[in-house]
Structure formats: structure tokens, C-alpha cells
């Protein structure tokens, strides 16, 4: 009888381990972990203050709130604070996007293969899967996560680690942006907002101005169906006001095919 149970006990044991071992692992924003590679750093009281999200009214605003977020980012996994930064504003359009607003994402990072909780938003295509998060800061945590866990992301991490205009160049051959002029539009960003002052603080090197050259060159962009002034001035980090006095507007009123002046000041955003 004992030795009956005793082999039952060890069947279950054995049953147990197995259930556990093929139960699908969770994903760092739904666990409690604390290893710095899965859950974001608090290493200071500047970021910490920068993990109380709110909307921002000016892009430099957002800037400022996040980037103690960025700079920690570039410490652990020693990706540009610079780039993370650019990459944020342009892709949660300064954290007013309606992706950002609605599922905490700031870098436009697709479902592949997540695990967490999803939603659906127009990008490339109707109704894409996108990540969501609880919490901004998971968001940005991902994005470190998303490019160093990626092969055909490792050539970046060969560039010194203040090229910034590599690291905009290479996420784009890498197939980060399908947008040709990503490249240019991250680096504008950064130079407008001197962000390589980041990389700068945490590599010990030398903070420096940032002087625009001048520049004549128009940028036009083509509306297509479903665009508005709104939405296009969050693509190229213009306000409507701004799109307007370009081109001359007195209303919103667009129209399909029409093409618009979408040049920024300092040829950047």
C-alpha cells in the first residue's frame, strides 16, 4: 500500500514539473522580476520623476520628461540616448499619437510574437497589431530589449557609441522604418534639440551647441486620402499652424492630391 502511493506521489510530482515546464513564459511587463535587463531601472530621483506620464503641450516638454528615461537606457544596453529620444518623438508624435495615447507605446513597436496585451491601430496597413503597456516606462524598456534582441540590428552596436547619424542610417537598412527619409528626420530631430548632449553626458565627452546650417531646400508632401492637416503636421513634427502660414492656408480644408510645403525650421523638427 505504501510503496502504491508513494509511486502515485511521484507520477504527480513528475506530472507537475512537466505542466510547468511547457507553460508558455510570461512577459516582463506582466511580472514582478528585478533583473535590470526585464523591468526598467530606478536608479535616480530625476528618472523616477520622469515614470509620472502625463500629455505634454511642446515637444520639448516631452524631451525633458523622458529623457532621464533615455540616458538610463543608453547605460544599460548602450544604445544613443540620442536615438532612443528622436525615435520617441517622431514615433508617438511627442507623446500626443493616438497609439501612444491609447496603449502607452511609444517607439511604434508591432505585436511580433507578444505575448502581452495588444491593440489595433492603422500604420503601413488597416488594423495592425501593435504592443501595449501599462506604463510608459515598459515602453521604453521594450524598445532597448527590441534592438538588442534582434539580429540584424547587432552591426549598430559596432559604431561608436555617439553616431548618432549611423544609428539613424542603420535602423532604417535595417528595417526598422519603411519611411525612406527616416534617416534625415531622426537626425534633424536630434540636432534641433542638441540630444547628442545626452550621448555626450553619459560617455564623459565633451557638451557642445548645435548651430543649423541654413538651408533652401522646400520639403513637399502629396495628400492622400484620409490625411488631415493634423495628421500631417504630427508626420513631420510641424504644428497645423505652421502647415498653414506654409502654405498659405486660411482653414483646415485639404484635398487629395494637393501638394504641401512641410519644410521645418532648421530643416528638422
Not at 523616477?48 to 503641450?57: D, L, Q
Not at 559604431?159 to 522604418?177: H, M, N, S, V
Not at 508632401?221 to 505652421?242: A, C, D
Amino acid at each position: 500500500m505504501s510503496i502504491l502511493l508513494i509511486g502515485c506521489g511521484g507520477s504527480k510530482r513528475a506530472a507537475a514539473k512537466k505542466k510547468l515546464a511547457t507553460r508558455p513564459a510570461k512577459t516582463y511587463e506582466n511580472t514582478n522580476k528585478t533583473d535590470k535587463r526585464d523591468t526598467p531601472a530606478e536608479t535616480s530621483v530625476e528618472t523616477k520623476k520622469a515614470y509620472e506620464y502625463s500629455s505634454f503641450s511642446s515637444v520639448e516638454e516631452y524631451i525633458n520628461h523622458f529623457a532621464p528615461i533615455a540616458k538610463e537606457e543608453m547605460r544599460l544596453y548602450k544604445i544613443p540616448a540620442s536615438i532612443t529620444m528622436a525615435q520617441a518623438v517622431l514615433e508617438s508624435g511627442a507623446g500626443n499619437g493616438n497609439l501612444t495615447k491609447k496603449a502607452n507605446n511609444h517607439f511604434g513597436i508591432k505585436c511580433h510574437n507578444w505575448t502581452g496585451e495588444v491593440v489595433y491601430h492603422d500604420d503601413d496597413e488597416a488594423g495592425e497589431c501593435f504592443r501595449k503597456y501599462r506604463d510608459p516606462k515598459f515602453s521604453f524598456r521594450d524598445h532597448s530589449l527590441f534592438l538588442t534582441g534582434r539580429s540584424r540590428y547587432a552591426d549598430l552596436f559596432d559604431l561608436e557609441p555617439d553616431d548618432y547619424k549611423g544609428w539613424a542610417k542603420g535602423l532604417r537598412k535595417a528595417g526598422y522604418a519603411t519611411d525612406p527619409k527616416y534617416p534625415q528626420k531622426l537626425i534633424a530631430i536630434i540636432e534641433r534639440y542638441a540630444m547628442y548632449n545626452y550621448d555626450a553626458e553619459i560617455l564623459g565627452t565633451k557638451v557642445r551647441d548645435f548651430k543649423p546650417e541654413p538651408s533652401d531646400k522646400v520639403v513637399l508632401h502629396r495628400v492622400v486620402k484620409g490625411e488631415t492637416l493634423y495628421s500631417i503636421s504630427r508626420l513631420y513634427n510641424l504644428t497645423v499652424e505652421e502647415l498653414k502660414k506654409n502654405n498659405g492656408l486660411r482653414d483646415n480644408t485639404i484635398n487629395v492630391g494637393q501638394q504641401l510645403n512641410v519644410t521645418p525650421q532648421y530643416n528638422g523638427f
